[in-house]
């Protein structure tokens, strides 16, 4: 048995718009999700997250199934839609932007109470709530006005965390400004494969930029507020390797991963851009007014992590802006998940000892692990999911590993809970710890869900 250190914190993650549904009601706003999926041309099978595991009304059972489970600690999203339709909170910059039909500023009661009794759900049954204001779905509202490439949008983040903070910010342990900024700015904005559904890369970074900014503007708002808890971000730093010794698949690799961490811890620990990647692109680079960098450069109190997988990365012409491709690398035996990501546990201890050695160690919780299988259900809709297990616990044990060679490591949230509408593919890669019936919405844990709460009753797994 490998013991985790005591406090070690083991938990699950979901987000808004993979799980709520309800995406009309109870006065909730248009996101840029909902419009995306309602387009004609929908190219998830027609999917949409209208009512996904209609955990907007399931709420109570759905905390009641977390602490049957044992979880410590529970990572969820807030949807600023449903907290503010029009995107704007009560003004605390400046008057720019857009005004809405329902007076700027209009916060919507029935959207914040949803939140605040989640809160207390959890805290009556000691589950850490660990929420993340940015999980991607943004007010359609606010990409009207131009979305993340425009600067006022990282003001108007700044609003809406107020308006959270204020009601959340007494009781909530564990806040993260943004998930993945990296998806939200590249995938929205530069590949159009996630909503916005925008394919231009100089937008795309700008969209990195204000989101940094915003992050900044938010810690400093939760500084001066002196609310109770911790706040830090979650990166998906995922594992690139080069895909051969030529000078081209190296210099190439070094790009995406320059892109993927660098682009983000850099300006967040060390207060500058890479220097490389930014010569590289160009024209592309986003404007950066003096002063941004010292406010993205805020202390934070721990960095969320995301790991799934490892990637070969090879010098291609063709591969657009960083003239680069990426295959799947998994380590001998292991094989692939269902979205053909190459399962290779060793690139997580890679990934953590990365920010170990380059950003100064700083309290670290994974925040996302896990993968999708085409599950088995027998008749009564059990299922004996071994090689999720097989995943986790190798991943957990690489974890482990990474504490012993000193990495600052907190805890651990298995993605996901449940199954959900997974962004950009629709409900058939199944993630979940916890089946979903998506016909009739009933829960049936996994065997994964049965072992995972083993793992956390013994703070610690199979060597
Ligand atoms: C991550 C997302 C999460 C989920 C997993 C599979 O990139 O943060 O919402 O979709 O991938």
């Not at 939140?115 to 709530?129: A, G, K, N, Q």
């Not at 308006?163 to 159009?192: C, I, K, Q």
């Not at 494969?193 to 400093?220: E, F, N």
Request: hydrophobic letters at 40%; charged letters at 20%.
């Amino acid at each position: 048995m490998l013991q985790f250190p005591n406090g070690f914190l083991w938990g699950a993650g979901t987000s808004a718009y993979q799980i709520e549904g309800a995406w009309n009601e109870g006065g909730k706003g248009e996101s840029i999700w909902d419009r995306f999926v309602h387009r004609p041309g929908n190219v998830l099978n027609n999917d949409t997250g209208d009512f996904a595991c209609d955990h907007y009304h399931r709420m109570p059972q759905d905390v009641a199934l977390m602490k049957k489970l044992g979880l410590q600690s529970y990572r969820f999203s807030i949807s600023w839609p449903r907290v503010l339709p029009e995107g704007r909170g009560p003004s605390i910059i400046s008057g720019r932007g857009p005004s809405t039909s329902s007076g700027r500023g209009a916060v919507n009661p029935k959207g914040l109470d949803f939140y605040d009794r989640l809160v207390d759900s959890l805290l009556e049954v000691d589950i850490v709530p660990n929420v993340t204001l940015n999980h991607w779905d943004l007010p359609q509202a606010l990409q009207d006005a131009g979305g993340w490439p425009n600067r006022d949008n990282a003001d108007w983040f700044v609003e809406y965390a107020r308006v959270v903070f204020d009601r959340l910010g007494d009781r909530v342990a564990l806040w993260s400004t943004h998930n993945e900024p990296w998806v939200a700015a590249f995938l929205g904005y530069a590949m159009g494969v996630h909503a916005p559904g925008i394919r231009d890369y100089a937008q795309a970074y700008q969209a990195v930029h204000h989101l940094l900014l915003s992050h900044g503007k938010t810690v400093q708002l939760f500084r001066q507020g002196g609310y109770r808890g911790e706040i830090g971000i979650v990166l998906n730093l995922e594992h690139f390797q080069p895909a051969g010794d030529r000078e081209a698949d190296l210099a190439a690799c070094e790009r995406v991963s320059q892109e993927f961490a660098n682009l983000f811890l850099d300006p967040l620990f060390k207060g500058h851009y890479p220097e490389m990647l930014f010569d590289w692109i160009g024209s592309h680079q986003p404007d950066v007014q003096a002063g941004d960098l010292g406010l993205i450069n805020q202390p934070i109190d721990f960095l969320g992590i995301n790991h799934y997988r490892t990637e070969l990365v090879a010098y291609d012409p063709d591969g657009a802006l960083l003239k680069a491709k990426t295959t799947p690398f998994s380590a001998s035996g292991w094989g692939q998940t269902e979205m053909g990501w190459g399962i290779d546990p060793p690139g997580l201890p890679a990934e953590l000892l990365n920010v170990k050695e380059n950003y100064g160690n700083p309290k670290m919780y994974i925040t996302e692990n896990g993968c999708a299988f085409p599950d088995t259900p027998d008749n009564t809709g059990f299922v004996v999911d071994e090689k999720r297990i097989d995943y986790l616990r190798a991943h957990i044990q690489a974890a482990f590993e990474a504490i012993e060679s000193g990495v600052n490591l907190q805890g651990y949230y298995a993605w996901s809970l449940m199954d959900n509408f997974e962004l950009a593919m629709g409900y058939g890669p199944r993630f979940g710890l916890v089946r979903v019936d998506y016909k009739t919405g009933q829960r049936i844990p996994k065997q994964s869900a049965r072992w995972y709460s083993e793992v956390i009753a013994q703070n610690g797994v199979d060597e």
